[in-house]
């Protein structure tokens, strides 16, 4: 579904990915995993066209997303989560999810849609009328993915969703991924907690300084040397 | 009822009156402070633009009056899209000083502008709408108009603030613009939209103002700077308060002007926007 191939982006003078390949494929949940800094949130935010790729090939469903502007994107069915949720604070619930329904194919179903998030998400339903900046940490999570899912996306693009949060809600982001990828999303995860990501994801890539270090499936991952040495402290 | 009653009660309802047009004075200006966080120094001047857009279009080229109206909310909306466009957006990153600095130069511009093509007589319509007689009180039926149409066009903002993605969209853009385009949204066509709004909302204020008053190039002095001091007192950039603020300013003004002689009212007005500025500076709503 997506696929990047030799992709180096950077900001300025300083360059944060360097020719970087990875596939997506239809259905998959896949982890890109590494310390901070690594490039994890630059990589996702190059697939938003957020910033551009200085080389490299971005293709979604075999379109080039090469000359395409960020706010086009979503019409490849590209949903981002971004770091740190980045709701808008003083927007209720409902209003934030309806800013996820904002592209013009998803204004029509925007209410079986909010009804498919809040059935996923019933706290969404409860708080509908608050302000998102005054949910708990955990409910910010959810209120972004909801709003990421009202576009009806192929693909949804995650960064760090368990950033932040209380260990117990940690675990229940997971679930929700989960239970996301059991309903047949196409799930790109961008996460520092390791062992918890590579439970829910069924392959992963090492991403270290910028480049990508080791692939495969999450269980070659979870028994490799390295990630084992640097990440799990075994 | 004894007749110094009925003098206030109409002086009341007259404040009230001009509350509805101060509010709608200050909503266009509140809203594209808000949206896009620039102030708009020229905006009374482009309601004069829209005053002699009226004037021209029905008493000179003989338009109906409604279709006049029509053809200054466009051309004032349209000026609102350039103004943006060429004027606002290349200093949008700029030094807030140097924004008011160009908006004000636009209106030093279009004053000049309007005084070359229009010369400096006073113009009028010439519509004489009646006097509107209640019991013993007397009310300008062009103010009541006004401020009826004054609040249709609020109310018609706040819906399509409130209800429309795009109005949505326009209430999202201040709290976080980088996002924006992860919705699907180009910020560029919002501030567009918005300006154009604004300038729709001036166009209709110029409407309702032509009907009240003389056109000529200054006149946008004699409404701007309240205009001003109602969005500041409200909280710039605060909708809401800005409504609150017209009315209280409007009774300032207008029972003020009852008890002493009418110029005192503005002295009072302006007293209280003083004392408030001393009390919150961030105006009654404001933020911070």
Not at chain 1, 100 to 124: D, K, N, Q, T
Not at chain 1, 205 to 213: A, D, H, N, S, V
Request: glycine share 12%; aromatic share 10%.
């Amino acid at each position: 579904m997506l696929s990047l191939a030799g992709v180096s982006a950077g900001y300025g003078t300083f360059q944060a990915l360097f020719d970087v390949s990875l596939e997506v494929k239809a259905g998959e949940t896949v982890a890109v995993i590494g310390p901070n800094g690594a490039g994890k949130t630059t990589l996702l935010r190059v697939i938003s066209k957020l910033i551009d790729a200085a080389k490299g090939e971005l293709l979604m469903e075999g379109r080039s997303l090469g000359q395409v502007p960020s706010h086009e994107v979503i019409d490849y069915g590209i949903a981002h989560v971004p770091e740190n949720r980045r709701l808008f604070p003083k927007l209720s619930v409902e209003d934030n999810l309806k800013m996820g329904a904002f592209p013009a194919a998803a204004r029509a179903h925007f209410r079986e849609r909010i009804e498919r998030v809040y059935a996923l998400f019933p706290r969404m339903r409860e708080r509908r009328k608050q302000a998102a900046g005054t949910l708990s940490g955990g409910e910010q999570q959810m209120c972004a993915i909801g709003r990421a899912l009202m576009s009806g996306p192929k693909l949804l693009l995650l960064d760090e969703p368990s950033a932040g949060l209380a260990p117990v809600v940690v675990q229940s982001i997971f679930e929700v991924v989960r239970r996301m990828s059991a309903e047949g999303y196409t799930v790109l995860i961008v996460e520092q907690n390791i062992r918890q990501v590579l439970k829910v994801a069924k392959r992963g890539y090492l991403l270290e300084t910028g480049r990508i270090k080791l692939s495969g499936t999450s269980a070659e991952l979870l028994e490799s040397d390295e990630i084992k040495k640097a990440y799990l402290g075994l | 009822m004894p007749i110094f009653d009925i003098f206030l009660l109409e002086a009341i309802i007259n404040g009230l009156l001009l509350g509805g047009i101060l509010a709608l004075l200050a909503l266009g200006l509140n809203l594209i402070f808000g949206v896009i966080d620039v102030v708009w120094i020229c905006y009374a001047e482009m309601i004069m633009i829209g005053m002699y857009t009226v004037y021209y279009t029905h008493n000179v080229y003989g338009w109906p009056l409604w279709l006049a109206f029509i053809a200054a909310v466009a051309l004032v909306a349209v000026m609102g899209v350039i103004l943006h466009q060429f004027v606002i957006r290349p200093v949008l990153a700029a030094e807030p000083i140097n924004q008011l600095l160009v908006t004000g130069g636009v209106l030093f511009f279009l004053q000049a502008a309007a005084t070359l093509a229009f010369g400096v007589e006073f113009r009028n319509i010439g519509v004489q709408l009646p006097q509107l007689q209640l019991g013993e009180m007397y009310f300008s039926f062009s103010r009541l108009v006004a401020f009826l149409v004054a609040l249709a066009g609020m109310i018609g903002v706040y819906l399509f603030l409130k209800k429309t993605f795009l109005g949505t969209a326009i209430r999202a853009i201040s709290q976080d613009r980088a996002i924006m385009p992860l919705m699907g949204v180009n910020p560029n066509r919002i501030f567009l939209t918005t300006s154009a709004l604004g300038g729709g909302l001036a166009g209709l204020a110029a409407c309702l103002l032509v009907l009240q008053y003389d056109i000529h190039p200054a006149i946008g002095l004699s409404f701007g700077p309240i205009t001003f001091m109602v969005c500041v007192l409200g909280g710039l950039g605060n909708m809401v308060g800005g409504f609150i603020a017209a009315f209280i300013f409007a009774q300032f003004i207008s029972v003020g002007g009852f008890f002493l002689h009418s110029e005192w009212g503005y002295v009072l007005a302006f007293l209280f926007f003083i004392g408030v500025m001393f009390w919150r500076p961030q105006g009654i709503l404001g933020g911070k």
